[in-house]
């Protein structure tokens, strides 16, 4: 009788036990699921007196090719003034997926000069047509990584905007806006840490503002 009280009480203790193991298992990897989550968004956060992030989807060019992908970036608050500056806060290939896509600071350049001429802020020429928005600047991090195979934002160490496009953006009266590179303040300097890479583009030739 004691035996089997014996083999009943250790039958059970090893089930309370696997149950415990098991609820420990899940516990540690939510955790680990929301600290990745969670230092991901703040890596993606905008800089002070920016609204955002926010994302729009555009056509670049890569190794690929024509490649769409999802930008996200920040807008001007009120405190902004003027508030021609716009920030790239992260990028992911949506076709082609898992090809092996390169996202680079030419890429960035693209990117940047694009969503200008989206016009996510709603720029117009004020009943003033057409005209020039001087010095529109596109700001990212210096330091980016790959963290999927389809997806980059910045490094730890490279959130705060060190590489930046400058544009001479003209705003025609039908309202749409077109974006002539101007000149960079760039930066090489990208910490040591794994997979990160300085992403800034190298400066350009000015190109010649044509609004009227």
């Keep these: 009788?004691?035996?089997?009280?014996?083999?009943?009480?250790?039958?059970?203790?090893?089930?309370?036990?696997?149950?415990?193991?098991?609820?420990?298992?899940?516990?540690?990897?939510?955790?680990?699921?929301?600290?990745?989550?969670?230092?991901?968004?703040?890596?993606?956060?905008?800089?002070?007196?920016?609204?955002?992030?926010?994302?729009?989807?555009?056509?670049?060019?890569?190794?690929?090719?024509?490649?769409?992908?999802?930008?996200?970036?920040?807008?001007?608050?009120?405190?902004?003034?003027?508030?021609?500056?716009?920030?790239?806060?992260?990028?992911?290939?949506?076709?082609?997926?898992?090809?092996?896509?390169?996202?680079?600071?030419?890429v960035m350049r693209e990117a940047g000069k694009k969503l200008i001429e989206q016009n996510p802020y709603g720029f117009s020429c004020q009943g003033n047509c057409p005209s020039v928005i001087p010095t529109f600047k596109i700001g990212w991090g210096s330091c980016w990584r790959q963290t999927s195979p389809d997806h980059w934002e910045p490094c730890p160490t490279g959130v705060n905007q060190g590489c930046a496009d400058y544009y001479d953006v003209c705003c025609r009266c039908n309202g749409t806006l077109t974006a002539f590179y101007k000149s960079s303040a760039t930066s090489d300097q990208c910490e040591t840490e794994f997979g990160c890479t300085t992403m800034c583009a190298p400066p350009d030739l000015p190109q010649p503002v044509q609004c009227w």
């Design 1 to 106: 009788m004691r035996v089997t009280q014996t083999i009943t009480l250790r039958q059970a203790w090893r089930t309370e036990c696997s149950k415990t193991i098991s609820k420990l298992l899940m516990l540690t990897a939510g955790m680990l699921a929301i600290l990745l989550t969670t230092t991901s968004a703040l890596q993606a956060q905008c800089q002070p007196g920016f609204t955002g992030p926010y994302t729009t989807t555009m056509i670049v060019t890569t190794n690929c090719g024509p490649t769409t992908v999802q930008i996200s970036y920040c807008l001007p608050g009120p405190g902004i003034v003027p508030p021609y500056e716009y920030q790239i806060t992260g990028v992911v290939v949506l076709s082609p997926l898992g090809s092996g896509c390169v996202i680079t600071g030419t």
